[in-house]
């Protein structure tokens, strides 16, 4: 018994099945092969019961080849000299590698400012909500990347009403993109310190190409970067309807940024 389930089993793992199928009624079930997509409903069967008795045979098979592909896993792991433990270890060492590679952005000493010009007045406002991700040597410029996340909602410009009024429809209708994103897509030395950093803008569902300076400041395991980068908000849609006069509001604005983070 114990060798046909082996044998049975195999028939499964390989995907071939045996089934009994009775050549005419009444005459006793013989053994068959079928080839790969040739399984049967074991339900269907004619002869009384015997559907339950292959639907079990079927179901315990399976259960023997899953106990063998476990030993035949616990003893590749052996064989490797890892256990439980030693792969649990080895998957924290990779996740710790992971994180290592990005640095923290140390949120209560960075800013990132907008500066406008209404009526050629200048008119500044901060973001006080984002997040920047960056992967970044000196030594290897090339290798590095950055990502900046901006929560279009928390633009402050000192004033309750002028908040809400820019965060509207007509300027960064933050219900509908509540984020602006930066993703760099390379970075090359300029400089010393200094360095351009080439990537994709996006503000309001709309991507602009753009080259930031970047001016990077080391201090043992804290880089901070700063820079300032002139956009044109109309390519972004910002400021529709009668706030599309440049007359009124300048269509170049400055973002100015001081990115503070630290490596553990």
């Not at 023997?64 to 490797?80: D, K």
């Not at 050629?120 to 992967?135: M, R, Y």
């Not at 950055?146 to 007509?170: F, I, K, M």
């Not at 080391?218 to 529709?240: E, K, N, S, V």
Request: with cysteine; glycine share 8%.
């Amino acid at each position: 018994m114990r060798h046909w389930l082996r044998t049975f089993a195999f028939c499964l793992h390989t995907r071939h099945q045996v089934i009994f199928l009775p050549e005419r009624p009444g005459e006793r079930p013989s053994l068959h092969e079928t080839r790969a997509g040739g399984g049967r409903d074991w339900r269907r069967f004619p002869t009384p019961g015997l559907g339950k008795i292959m639907e079990a045979l079927t179901g315990l098979a399976r259960l023997t080849v899953g106990r063998v592909r476990a030993t035949r896993a616990r003893a590749a792991l052996v064989r490797a000299g890892l256990g439980v433990r030693g792969v649990l270890a080895a998957l924290a060492v990779l996740a710790a590698a992971s994180s290592a590679a990005w640095a923290q952005m140390d949120a209560g000493k960075s800013t990132l400012v907008a500066i406008s010009r209404q009526m050629n007045v200048p008119v500044e406002g901060s973001f006080t909500k984002f997040d920047a991700q960056i992967s970044f040597d000196p030594a290897k410029p090339a290798a590095g990347t950055a990502r900046l996340t901006v929560d279009t909602g928390s633009y402050d410009l000192g004033d309750a009403s002028y908040n809400d009024s820019v965060r509207g429809p007509e300027w960064f209708d933050a219900k509908a993109y509540p984020q602006a994103t930066f993703v760099s897509t390379s970075i090359v030395q300029s400089a010393p310190s200094q360095y351009s950093m080439s990537g994709n803008l996006t503000i309001k569902g709309h991507t602009q190409r753009v080259v930031i300076p970047v001016v990077l400041t080391q201090l043992g395991a804290t880089q901070t970067f700063d820079g300032t980068l002139p956009i044109h908000r109309l390519a972004f849609d910002i400021g529709t309807g009668e706030w599309k006069d440049t007359s009124t509001v300048a269509d170049e604005v400055l973002i100015k940024f001081h990115i503070v983070v630290a490596h553990k």
